[in-house]
């Protein structure tokens, strides 16, 4: 899933951007969630909060309250590898904005090329997908998505399989991890699974062949779903 935020105190642009900001990501068939932010304090509380996946922010540098400058310097010690693309109705401020690495700079109106062009950058910077940062033993462990081999659920406590055979469980929700994984890599076969398709070997009626034996339930409402993904996904990887 990728999770696309953006920060512009117009509301009425905001609303016309979010949806072309959707229309462009319908059509590279790009699984998202799109997240609108009236104001900086808004944004900012949600960025603090770990458990809130985010891939990519939009981000406007003339804000009411807090100039977009001062506030992409705030965030980077909350989220430091968060790409921010920052938007603007002037140029003049784009020598000045890099100060803050943006991974892109647009002028408003913006284009269907110049933030289609943004997007296909931003989202090719998840080949080297973040880590997964949860809680286990009263700290917080640092997991590499490659390591995992699939999540199980039950009730809230997450049980994370490795491929190293180490299981770690934390508390929270399979629908809120997937948020932080990345979309296409990960599939949700059972409404109790979550499974990286980079260790599946096979698969049979209602079921999933990973790596080492392990085997992980597909449901029968999602069996075909799941099927097409994995063999979609086995062919891009072979291609």
């Known amino acids: 899933m990728f999770c696309v935020a953006c920060c512009d105190d117009n509301a009425p642009w905001l609303e016309q951007f979010a949806q072309q900001l ?64 920052l938007m603007s109705s002037s140029a003049e401020f784009a020598l000045s904005g890099y100060a803050v690495h943006p991974a892109h700079y647009l002028l408003k109106p913006i284009s269907d090329e110049a933030l289609g062009g943004a997007l296909d950058y931003c989202m090719s910077l998840r080949s080297t997908p973040e880590p997964l940062v949860f809680r286990w033993q009263k700290a917080e462990k640092v997991l590499p998505v490659g390591e995992i081999l699939y999540v199980e659920v039950f009730d809230a406590l997450l049980k994370v399989h490795t491929r190293t055979g180490t299981v770690y469980q934390t508390t929270g929700h399979l629908s809120q991890l997937e948020l932080k994984l990345p979309a296409g890599q990960f599939f949700r076969c059972h409404k109790s699974y979550l499974v990286n398709l980079d260790y599946v070997e096979g698969i049979r009626r209602y079921s999933l062949l990973l790596t080492g034996g392990h085997t992980v339930p597909v449901s029968k409402q999602n069996y075909t779903a799941v099927k097409q993904a994995y063999l979609s996904y086995s062919s891009r990887r072979l291609g």
């Open 22 to 85: 959707s229309r462009l990501l319908r059509a590279r068939g790009t699984p998202y969630r799109l997240y609108t932010y009236p104001n900086g304090e808004a944004l900012m509380a949600d960025l603090a909060d770990p458990n809130n996946a985010m891939h990519v922010l939009f981000l406007d540098i003339m804000l009411a309250e807090e100039d977009g400058l001062a506030l992409a310097a705030r965030l980077r010690a909350v989220r430091p590898r968060l790409p921010v693309v």
